[in-house]
Nanobody, 118 residues
């Protein structure tokens, strides 16, 4: 059973940074073809795709709103995907969710809250 656990959210001032983690279990990064996406959902808004990374190529893609500020990466040894978020803005405030597409199924984590406020 695939499980995803996000962590790393919190309260940060504008201009600050956070690194979110998505720890996966139930499949091994180095042995599977998968895509992992970070989404976010702000109050009253639809869920938005923020960034993705594919395997085995390692190709990445970002929403225009975060390009140049956010970086998605993976650590195969730890079976974990990261989202480094720099130069945070109040509009980045949302619950951030990790999604994995593997074995023709989608799996979701429980989400982690990011709040950018002074």
């Amino acid at each position: 059973q695939v499980q995803l656990v996000e962590s790393g959210g919190g309260l940060v001032q504008p201009g600050g940074y956070l690194r979110l983690s998505c720890a996966a279990s139930g499949f091994t990064f180095s042995r599977y073809i998968y895509t992992i996406r970070w989404y976010r959902q702000a109050p009253g808004k639809e869920r938005e795709l923020v960034a993705l990374i594919t395997s085995p190529s390692g190709n990445t893609n970002y929403a225009d709103s975060v390009k140049g500020r956010f970086t998605i990466s993976r650590d195969n040894a730890k079976n974990t995907v990261y989202l480094q978020m720099n130069s945070l803005k109040p509009e980045d405030t949302a619950i951030y969710y990790c999604n994995a597409y593997v074995n023709w199924n989608h799996y979701w984590g429980q989400g982690t809250q990011v709040t950018v406020s002074s």
